[in-house]
């Protein structure tokens, strides 16, 4: 679990990806093999709303550590998921004392497990607790022992959605109760732990635009903040009412005080623990059911590192925490582009390939042979350059002569590459020194996009992977945004047709010894038969990545690279590919391939990931998808290309999807 705290005057707000575990309850008897080893942990709190019903909560994780190769749970046993009153320490749901005091899953949630176990090892069930009349509880149950092994089983808990009764205290916080069926598998030797996943706020508190804005920016809008009384008595006449900035942002513009609350007009600034980083009112009446207090008109100046920025709200006269919004994201935002793509690939190539002798070479107007060519430059430790297909682009000719380059791989036919481009190349002398030997230009090609992919996989052999990840050759998004995971584990990139394994394909696989395979697109870009024909061939599919549309599988992509998948009901849990360098996230036009197929070679050797918009000028969901919860992990946003390829409305909407999980 990853926070981040900071008091906020007399109270403490705490920002959080993953949200906190309490340990609580008395011990049963009997054991699990091995005490001590589970641990549960949710997502980000989320708000919830007493009286509403299928409520969203993030997914919950059951983890299972052993150093002792000893089964740490065994066919039989189970573990029951309750919903639970963690401000009371009592059931959610007691349905037999007051029948609107009711709390129930909507449905039985979506679980998955790692460490080589499928759905048949495990079964959910809804059920209702002693005190309900309705589905408050599920359980998990094992129908086999667990791996004989010291890796960590997880099992992931998704689509977890909730009913709640309108009598649920306000101010409490929901969580989700975890009770073994014997034992006391839980840290610290209990039978079982809780972990908050939502809470039910008395005043909600709402921001109509997340600002963004660079560290240190000045005079930076924010959106208008509403504070309403949910059931009443939130606000008492009389009491100061400050609304404080976190994380060092400042006022620079008071701003104006509106609904009905406080007096009209522009709030009184004071400083609580940062320079003007608090607005005060009065309150004028004892607030009923409704009442409002906005803030509008406002300009902070941001503070000087990456993160989101909130303001916090208290009663000062009692030290009364009210709640808190968040306003502005904090980011850097960069721009990698040159007059046109050609340049842009050599400006991508500097300084990252500076060294490199040898230069893997592609069309930049034409995508099916220039697919192949991120898997090949990492054989060689290099970068990819593009060309126009009929003579060799000004700047890429630059780019050969600046950095001595000796070798050219050039990938594809002369439909892709013209020999006009391979002449022209190989007339330069390295360096453009006439004492030096002439550019050595090395073409790889097939009868099609598919062989020419087979010959650029096995062009240098042996392999250092059995793992292979498959793509559709039919189109470009989906190897674009597994370029960088293709350049960091080595893992060849196999393409091939939609609907059915192609004949290199299976030429590529038998080559290079593969035995496991990640696909990537959902079966509108490989189909089921595709994977069928996989598994018929003895190659396990160890995962397919695939989103809704282009944008949301390169999200899912970025989100393997950096921090794995989950299981589902098909594939185990995929492990992360360790990308580290999650501060800088590159932004491309994802209905384009040039921009992302030479920055897959360099964001692989940096570790970072890409992300693809729908279009120059729409965001598409999948950015926000990846970004969401990465506010302050997330320090600079770089957009691929001119504002032709990436609008700079584009990137400030990226920007703005950027979000920290907020934990009071």
Do not use: C
């Amino acid at each position: 679990m990853n926070t981040f705290s900071r008091r906020v005057g007399r109270f403490v707000v705490v920002a959080a990806v993953s949200a906190g575990v309490l340990v609580a309850a008395v011990p049963q008897a009997l054991a699990f093999s091995v005490s001590g080893v589970a641990a549960l942990s949710s997502g980000a709190q989320v708000s919830l709303s007493a009286g509403a019903s299928s409520q969203s909560l993030n997914a919950v994780s059951l983890s299972f550590s052993d150093t002792t190769g000893q089964p740490v749970f065994s066919s039989g046993d189970f573990i029951t998921f309750q919903l639970w009153d963690a401000t009371a320490n009592a059931p959610l749901s007691n349905t037999f004392a007051n029948t609107f005091e009711s709390a129930a899953f909507t449905n039985a949630p979506a679980v998955g497990a790692s460490n080589g176990l499928t759905s048949s090892a495990y079964t959910v069930n809804l059920a209702k607790g002693p005190l309900s009349s309705v589905n408050d509880e599920f359980t998990l149950a094992f129908n086999q022992n667990a791996p004989l092994d010291t890796n960590a089983t997880v099992f992931t808990i998704a689509g977890l959605y909730v009913n709640l009764g309108a009598n649920i205290p306000l101010g409490h916080t929901v969580a989700i109760k975890a009770t073994a069926s014997n034992g006391t598998p839980f840290a610290a030797a209990m039978a079982t732990m809780t972990a908050n996943v939502g809470s039910i706020p008395s005043i909600t508190i709402t921001n109509s635009r997340m600002a963004t804005g660079a560290p240190s920016l000045t005079g930076v809008l924010l959106g208008n903040v509403l504070l309403t009384d949910v059931a009443g008595n939130a606000v008492v006449s009389g009491h100061e009412i400050d609304l404080t900035l976190a994380y060092g942002a400042r006022f620079t513009t008071a701003g104006t005080i509106g609904g009905t609350l406080a007096a009209a007009g522009t709030p009184t600034v004071k400083t609580v623990t940062t320079t003007n980083d608090t607005v005060m009112v009065t309150a004028t009446k004892t607030s009923v059911a409704g009442d409002t207090l906005t803030l509008s008109g406002t300009a902070v100046t941001l503070p000087s590192v990456a993160g989101e920025v909130y303001i916090a709200v208290e009663d000062a006269t009692t030290a009364t925490f009210l709640g808190a919004v968040g306003v502005a994201t904090v980011v850097t935002q960069t721009r990698v582009g040159g007059s046109d793509r050609y340049a842009t690939a050599t400006q991508l190539f500097d300084p990252q390939f500076s060294p490199s002798t040898s230069v893997v070479l592609a069309s930049g107007v034409n995508f099916p042979d220039a697919l192949s060519a991120g898997y090949l430059a990492k054989q060689f430790n290099t970068g990819v350059l593009t060309t126009d297909p009929g003579s060799l682009s000004t700047e890429t000719k630059q780019e050969l002569i600046a950095h001595g380059i000796a070798t050219v791989y050039l990938v594809g036919g002369t439909a892709a590459v013209s020999d006009n481009v391979k002449n022209e190349v190989g007339a330069l002398h390295v360096g453009n020194n006439p004492t030096n030997p002439l550019i050595n230009v090395v073409r790889i090609a097939g009868s099609d996009r598919f062989a020419t992919n087979n010959m650029a996989d096995i062009f240098k052999t042996p392999a250092v992977s059995t793992t292979a990840i498959i793509a559709t050759g039919n189109n470009f998004a989906d190897a674009l945004a597994v370029g960088p995971a293709v350049y960091q584990s080595g893992d060849p990139l196999i393409l091939t047709s939609g609907t059915a394994l192609s004949a290199s394909a299976t030429a590529t696989i038998a080559d290079l010894g593969i035995t496991r395979v990640i696909i990537v697109g959902g079966t509108s870009a490989l189909s089921s038969s595709v994977e069928s024909a996989l598994t018929a061939s003895g190659v396990k599919v160890a995962y397919r990545i695939a989103g809704a549309d282009r944008t949301q599988t390169a999200a899912d992509i970025a989100a393997w690279e950096t921090s794995g998948l989950p299981g589902t009901g098909i594939y185990s849990a995929l492990a992360s590919l360790g990308f580290t360098d999650t501060g800088l996230v590159s932004v491309a036009r994802g209905d384009t391939f040039a921009d992302a197929l030479v920055a897959g070679p360099v964001a692989g050797a940096q570790q970072h990931v890409i992300t693809l918009t729908a279009d120059p000028n729409t965001v598409g969901a999948g950015i926000g998808q990846y970004l969401a919860g990465r506010g302050g992990t997330v320090t600079t946003l770089q957009a691929l290309g001119l504002t032709a390829a990436v609008s700079a409305a584009t990137l400030n909407a990226a920007a703005e999807t950027l979000t920290k999980a907020l934990i009071i």
